[in-house]
């Protein structure tokens, strides 16, 4: 008992810098409270003593603003950040090392008996008001974006965002590389293109320079073939591209920005 005490207060202090020391933490984290109540509730219900668990877990919810099903499956080093107006359901299974902030619903899509909740995997983290609805599995390690609603299957590691939840694909380091400096040889400035604005003109402009890279690649290739037939056709600069006829578009860019 005292150990997974001693693991909650220390699971406090690795994810919350504002912690300060463990009497604070046993008296002012309505988190830690919770998953306390949570606890003894569980150990009720598992015992068949279904009202009275459901007794303790509306006790918790009255004190702490926070509703745990009795019912629900919670793994070790659970951390609740600030977590007034959390909903956990019956079936929700959470593994160990998971975060959640205030705001979010594990629930269910059906009135039918059986699962119906979602299962968190170790180390998953769940943002600010974002609702998790069904009886799927939210990978190890991934994020759920905050105010996301998600109703499918998120694989290990994934992000995801939005309204319904759509997975967010890092970049590849190579082909991110690639852009950026294709990116500067036309004169370009990469900061539209950033791999945090997962947005439609973000995406079009990364596909042009992907296409201006091959094409490029490819010039250079024929040049090469050229050169080696004995043709000096390559030899010839291209245009300058000046920075001056792109400081009108950056400057609209970036006023429109702010």
């Excluded at 926070?66 to 107006?85: N, S, T």
């Excluded at 959470?94 to 968190?120: A, C, E, M």
């Excluded at 947005?199 to 073939?225: F, K, S, T, W």
């Amino acid at each position: 008992m005292f150990e997974r005490l001693r693991e909650d207060i220390q699971s406090v202090f690795h994810r919350d810098p504002a912690a300060r020391n463990a009497f604070e933490v046993l008296t002012c984290y309505p988190g830690m409270h919770a998953i306390w109540i949570h606890r003894l509730s569980a150990m009720l219900w598992r015992a068949d003593l279904k009202w009275l668990a459901r007794l303790v877990s509306n006790f918790g919810r009255w004190l702490t603003g926070i509703e745990i099903h009795p019912g629900a499956k919670v793994g070790r080093r659970f951390f609740i950040d600030h977590g007034m107006g959390i909903v956990i359901g019956e079936t929700a299974e959470i593994g160990d090392d998971v975060t959640i902030y205030q705001g979010v619903t594990l629930g269910g899509t059906s009135w039918n008996k059986g699962k119906r909740h979602p299962t968190l995997g170790d180390g998953v983290v769940v943002g600010a008001g974002a609702k998790v609805l069904g009886p799927f599995t939210v990978g190890a390690g991934a994020k759920v974006g905050s105010n996301a609603v998600v109703t499918k299957e998120v694989p290990p590691g994934a992000t995801v965002v939005g309204i319904p939840g759509r997975i967010i694909v890092k970049p590849d380091e190579e082909l991110d590389a690639k852009r950026k400096a294709m990116a500067e040889k036309i004169g370009f400035d990469a900061y539209g293109v950033t791999e945090d604005m997962p947005d439609p003109v973000a995406r079009a402009i990364n596909q042009l320079l992907d296409h201006l890279q091959a094409v490029d690649g490819r010039l250079e290739g024929m040049c090469g073939a050229l050169k080696d037939l004995g043709s000096n056709y390559c030899a010839k600069d291209l245009p300058e591209l000046r920075e001056e006829d792109f400081a009108c578009v950056k400057d609209k860019d970036q006023s429109q920005a702010s």
